[in-house]
């Protein structure tokens, strides 16, 4: 293959980008002023999208004709796929599976700090005083996965280590006969049945047309009362209003989310001060290296593309994962 042409949406500061000049036969774009970046859009065979930089990307497409490869290194695409991107040839792909170790040991987490009530020993001891109380075995117990890609089966692969009952909700259930993590598959429509016998909801589905407000008020009604709901995909896949009602009334037992319908969240909003609420700022997957990480599988993907090799991670763009 002749040289490529790989412009960079990105700040060039970015420590990660000097690892691109290190690539064989590849002239590296990175940043610049918007009149910089669009002139070598024009050039780009490949176009790589840092975090946050989907709306360059929207700007500089109409010149963008030589483009034929996409990647974004967010897993999440609802910020991205525009209608002229999904129609135009270029392949798509996407950081899916980078960050889903970190995202399904937090949802673990969140289920073991309700199921052990770690806020109330944490009162007791700021209080200094010594409570004792009962506390759940999360072993037995119905974990209900709603979204079932990466992410939901890392989730249920460490459920399954903690011998709880897995459930989950995907588009195609088909596509998950026979899994063994799985004690069932339901389709969308069923999904009242998954929520009804669930005692922890895990959402982990990206932001399409068709999940959004998927978990509205009919759906959080149909919780027990003992639930609880963690959210790791996107915020607007739930209707945040049914849920702070919900919350805020003692419909359910409790929330852990690190996703929402806006971000940053406002001040002042119920969740700060809900006792019933885990919040974490959307940096639930931020470790230590979870940018080289990110990197890495572009630099990989790279590599296959260069050889005329399938990609990985390539993306439906109609169904927009």
């Given at each position: 293959?002749?040289e490529v042409?790989?412009?960079?949406?990105?700040?060039p500061?970015?420590?990660?980008?000097?690892r691109?000049?290190?690539l064989?036969?590849?002239?590296v774009?990175?940043?610049?002023?918007?009149?910089?970046?669009?002139?070598a859009a024009?050039?780009?065979?490949?176009i790589?999208v840092?975090?946050?930089?989907?709306?360059?990307?929207?700007?500089?497409?109409?010149?963008?004709?030589r483009?034929?490869w996409?990647h974004?290194?967010?897993?999440?695409?609802d910020?991205?796929?525009f209608?002229?991107?999904?129609?135009?040839?270029?392949a798509?792909t996407?950081?899916r599976?980078?960050?889903s170790q970190?995202?399904?040991?937090f949802a673990?987490?969140?289920?073991?700090?309700?199921a052990?009530d770690f806020?109330?020993m944490?009162?007791?001891q700021?209080r200094?005083?010594w409570e004792p109380f009962?506390v759940e075995v999360?072993?037995g117990?119905?974990?209900g996965?709603v979204g079932?890609?990466?992410?939901?089966?890392a989730?249920?692969?460490?459920?399954?280590?903690?011998d709880?009952?897995v459930l989950?909700?995907?588009?195609?259930?088909?596509?998950s006969?026979?899994?063994?993590?799985?004690?069932?598959?339901?389709a969308?429509?069923a999904?009242f049945?998954l929520l009804?016998?669930s005692?922890?909801?895990?959402v982990?589905?990206?932001?399409?047309e068709?999940?959004?407000?998927?978990l509205?008020?009919?759906?959080?009604?149909?919780?027990?009362?003992?639930?609880?709901?963690?959210?790791v995909?996107?915020g607007p896949v739930i209707l945040?209003?049914a849920?702070?009602?919900?919350?805020?009334?003692?419909?359910i037992r409790?929330a852990?989310?690190?996703v929402?319908?806006?971000e940053?969240?406002?001040?002042g909003?119920?969740?700060?001060r809900l006792?019933?609420?885990?919040l974490?700022p959307?940096?639930?997957?931020?470790?230590?290296?979870w940018l080289d990480?990110?990197?890495?599988f572009?630099?990989?993907?790279?590599?296959?593309?260069?050889?005329g090799?399938?990609?990985?991670?390539?993306?439906?763009?109609?169904k927009?994962?």
């Amino acid at each position: 293959m002749d040289e490529v042409r790989l412009l960079v949406l990105a700040d060039p500061a970015v420590p990660q980008l000097g690892r691109l000049e290190r690539l064989r036969g590849v002239r590296v774009t990175a940043g610049g002023t918007r009149d910089e970046v669009a002139a070598a859009a024009v050039e780009a065979d490949v176009i790589l999208v840092w975090f946050g930089a989907a709306g360059m990307l929207r700007e500089i497409w109409p010149r963008a004709t030589r483009a034929v490869w996409v990647h974004s290194m967010a897993a999440g695409l609802d910020h991205l796929l525009f209608p002229e991107l999904a129609e135009s040839p270029a392949a798509l792909t996407n950081g899916r599976g980078v960050f889903s170790q970190s995202l399904a040991e937090f949802a673990i987490g969140a289920v073991l700090f309700f199921a052990k009530d770690f806020r109330r020993m944490l009162r007791s001891q700021a209080r200094g005083a010594w409570e004792p109380f009962d506390v759940e075995v999360v072993g037995g117990r119905t974990l209900g996965i709603v979204g079932y890609g990466d992410i939901g089966r890392a989730v249920a692969r460490r459920a399954r280590s903690l011998d709880m009952r897995v459930l989950a909700l995907r588009r195609e259930p088909a596509r998950s006969a026979g899994d063994p993590l799985l004690d069932q598959v339901f389709a969308p429509e069923a999904r009242f049945d998954l929520l009804a016998r669930s005692d922890y909801v895990v959402v982990s589905a990206p932001l399409t047309e068709e999940t959004r407000g998927l978990l509205g008020r009919p759906e959080i009604a149909a919780l027990k009362p003992s639930a609880v709901v963690v959210n790791v995909g996107r915020g607007p896949v739930i209707l945040e209003a049914a849920l702070v009602e919900a919350l805020e009334r003692g419909r359910i037992r409790g929330a852990a989310l690190d996703v929402f319908e806006t971000e940053p969240l406002p001040p002042g909003h119920p969740f700060y001060r809900l006792e019933n609420v885990l919040l974490s700022p959307h940096c639930a997957d931020h470790t230590g290296d979870w940018l080289d990480q990110a990197m890495d599988f572009f630099i990989e993907n790279f590599e296959r593309f260069r050889k005329g090799a399938p990609l990985q991670n390539v993306v439906d763009k109609r169904k927009g994962y």
